[in-house]
């Protein structure tokens, strides 16, 4: 069964219509990068699959669950979702662990010693055991970033969804956020990436899909789309985003984002 | 003329009954402000509909009259259109309440909003619920960032209390007015008096400082 199946997504802000009858389906394991220039409305959709948008019209299922029916509320659709925020969006009075039980404690009504255990077991996984006790104003970004992961992950989604998850990092900090992303891949979670990390979806995505003023425009591996860009403005946003090397063969990204 | 400070000693225990009177009416003219406030506050935040227009228009019919005002309405007119008595001590307590939570209803209103909505969009992504989000993370996180100017409207509350010497209440202005009419040395009495009211705020402005740094403005 799919994981995620949008059925003509729109959304509309004010009188600006930001997507377009987005039709997208997600099976269990796929890993998704979305990419598109600003403003083509990929936020909005992750935003509309985590139930933090109404939709204006369309249907959203989240693991069989569709918004709106009937018993079906949105925090229960929500708890199926993981979201990781560019700007992190810890809770700045918590110290990590304490982001991390949250979740478990409040959404899942874990014990308290039950949900220690998750959030220690996760912390180790994006390697900041020795963090624990730390706020995050104390955190470098990357480490806020993996943090934030860990909070996602420990409310035990189905799937979890990446707003440009290392836009707000340094270059040098990418890498770590990189590579958490790329073993959660491994394993197998199901993932729905926006980014502009051409490198990160040459090698870690299943499927890219890109999208331009709010509509899907193409949707492929991206062994196949990268390659031979299948329009005009697909190649033109490559050059743009410095994904001309999808080999990933060394190419930094470039500077100023 | 010079300074004669047996005045001062005599008028002493007048003095610290009507420093009482007066800390009695603003801790509760504070207390029950916070209540009001915080309420208040929080139905402008989350825009609760048709109460918050109400509370709109408590806001505005407060910040938009002197509270000298609102004394007098509250000891004379009201007690008469209800057909209740009330003592000048309740009635001084009521409208400095009324007043504050005037006051602080804005207060909590602001810091609220000045809450980043990304961690109320992290709260809800984990599946927490609205009063859970507040409880947890926009609470303590505005109450922090409300501590400077609440600590603000306390001293203007307590300062604001000297007021009620129009209805009669022997807090420690009035009691200042009667010593000097009692023994005719206002530079004594009035030095006295503000000394007194010196104290008083700066212990609160001590008190305020002390909660500011015990829990860290996030």
């Known amino acids: 069964m799919s994981l995620i199946q949008c059925r003509g997504l729109t959304k509309d802000f004010g009188g600006t219509r930001v997507l377009t009858d987005i039709d997208l389906t997600v099976e269990p394991g796929e890993v998704v990068v979305i990419v598109g220039p600003s403003g083509s409305g990929k936020s909005t959709l992750l935003r509309c699959i985590s139930v933090l948008e109404p939709l204006t019209s369309g249907t959203l299922e989240v693991d069989g669950q569709r918004l709106g029916a009937p018993g079906v509320s949105k925090r229960d659709m929500r708890r199926e979702t993981g979201m990781v925020f560019q700007q992190f969006n810890l809770f700045p009075h918590m110290t990590a662990r304490e982001n991390v039980t949250i979740g478990p404690r409040k959404a899942r009504g874990v014990s308290r010693r039950e949900a220690r255990r998750i959030a220690d077991r996760l912390l180790e996984r994006v390697g900041l055991t020795d963090r624990a006790d730390h706020l995050p104003g104390e955190l470098s970004g990357g480490q806020q970033q993996r943090v934030a992961i860990a909070r996602a992950l420990a409310v035990n989604p189905k799937v979890m969804l990446f707003d440009e998850p290392t836009s707000a990092l340094d270059p040098e900090l990418r890498g770590e956020v990189l590579q958490v992303m790329q073993g959660l891949a491994k394993e197998g979670m199901t993932m729905l990436i926006v980014t502009h990390e051409m490198r990160f979806a040459a090698e870690a995505a299943t499927r890219l899909i890109f999208m331009d003023e709010g509509r899907i425009v193409h949707d492929g591996p991206p062994g196949r789309l990268l390659p031979e860009p299948p329009s005009e403005r697909f190649r033109q946003f490559l050059g743009d985003v410095g994904g001309k090397d999808p080999s990933g063969t060394g190419e930094k990204p470039p500077p100023g984002r | 003329m010079e300074f004669r400070w047996e005045v001062v000693w005599n008028a002493m225990p007048q003095m ?178 503000a000394v007194f009211y010196l104290i008083m705020t700066f212990s609160l402005a001590m008190i305020m400082r002390l909660i500011e740094r015990r829990m860290p403005i996030l």
């Open chain 2, 16 to 193: 610290v009954a009507g420093a009482q009177l007066t800390a009695q009416i603003t801790l509760l003219g504070i207390g029950g402000g916070m209540l009001i406030g915080i309420l208040c506050g929080l139905i402008l935040a989350f825009r609760i509909p048709i109460v918050r227009w109400l509370v709109f228009g408590y806001v505005s019919l407060i910040r938009g009259t002197p509270i000298v005002v609102q004394a007098m309405f509250i000891y004379f007119a009201l007690p008469m259109a209800l057909d209740i008595a009330l003592s000048g001590f309740a009635a001084a307590s009521l409208c400095l309440a009324l007043n504050a939570g005037a006051y602080i209803t804005e207060i909590v209103r602001g810091s609220v909003l000045s809450i980043d909505p990304g961690l109320t969009d992290a709260g809800l992504a984990l599946g927490l619920s609205y009063p859970q989000i507040l409880l947890t993370i926009v609470g303590p996180l505005a109450l922090r960032r409300s501590v400077p100017p609440l600590g603000n409207q306390f001293i203007i509350s307590l300062k604001d209390s000297a007021l009620f010497l129009v209805i009669g209440v022997a807090e420690l202005a009035q009691r200042g007015e009667q010593l000097t009419a009692q023994t005719g040395r206002a530079l004594e009495i009035w030095t006295a008096v």
